[in-house]
């Protein structure tokens, strides 16, 4: 199988952190991820990021709430999200919908992606805490069911707007760190992801202004979040070099 993600956050890169696990689980104790809710989001309101590979501009991401409805006797959120980027002779276009409900629970999600020439397919349906999947390819397709332990949150590996919601559905408290159980759809595998919430605040400068930023870790992927006032303004990827930034 082609690997489509070229210029996205690939999967968790482990190599030489063991000293850091433990210094790491010495200064901010663990605590489980446990959803508080959504803010409520605005209907519309287009989410636009940048993409750069070694400080080169080569794409955008643009996420937003389509509607509110009903959906499986629940209120759910549902969402769009395009993301274009080039890079080289590689030209990667995806588009995705993604069905949430006020906790964070995905409900549905489907991604359509073109690498250059090939296409592919994800459909994720989920019953509780049981889901379908489906890829399909030119070449073939499989399939797939798995079970989630209760609270596991849909993070699509590149989609900053998945990110945000994550980060708005719990409270950053500094000095402490939050494990949460996450499904991947491009892996169709779900894994525990340790996110670091930093002590002190950091400032962030976009497009000549300064934010203060908190700053939350992802170690296992080499990731790292700036959030200001619940909004997520940038992230950073530092093995291949990857940012992606609030749009002007």
């Not at 919601?165 to 491009?186: A, E, T, W, Y």
């Not at 670091?196 to 790292?224: H, S, W, Y």
Request: glycine share 6%; hydrophobic share 45%; proline share 4%.
């Amino acid at each position: 199988m082609r690997k489509l993600w070229i210029l996205v956050v690939a999967a968790a890169i482990f190599g030489g952190m063991a000293l850091f696990e433990i210094y790491v689980s010495l200064l901010y104790p663990v605590t489980s991820y446990v959803p508080k809710g959504l803010p409520t989001l605005a209907v519309g309101v287009e989410h636009g990021y940048d993409f750069f590979k070694d400080g080169e501009l080569v794409g955008s991401y643009v996420f937003w709430v389509e509607r509110i409805a009903p959906y499986k006797g629940q209120t759910a959120y549902f969402t769009r999200s395009t993301t274009s980027v080039a890079y080289h002779e590689t030209v990667i276009e995806l588009e995705t919908v993604y069905i949430f409900n006020e906790n964070l629970n995905p409900l549905k999600y489907r991604l359509n992606a073109t690498l250059s020439d090939d296409r592919q397919s994800i459909i994720c349906l989920f019953e509780g805490w049981t889901v379908n999947t489906s890829l399909k390819m030119e070449e073939g397709g499989m399939e797939k069911v798995l079970e989630f332990p209760v609270n596991t949150v849909l993070v699509d590996n590149n989609m900053l707007g998945q990110w945000e919601l994550l980060f708005k559905s719990f409270d950053l408290i500094p000095g402490k760190r939050v494990r949460v159980n996450i499904f991947i759809p491009q892996a169709l595998d779900m894994r525990s992801m340790d996110l670091v919430v930093d002590r002190g605040k950091k400032t962030l400068k976009l497009n000549d202004i300064a934010f203060e930023c908190q700053v939350v870790r992802a170690p296992d992927l080499n990731l790292f979040f700036y959030i200001h006032e619940g909004d997520l303004l940038k992230l950073e990827e530092s093995v291949q070099n990857i940012s992606i930034s609030r749009s002007p």
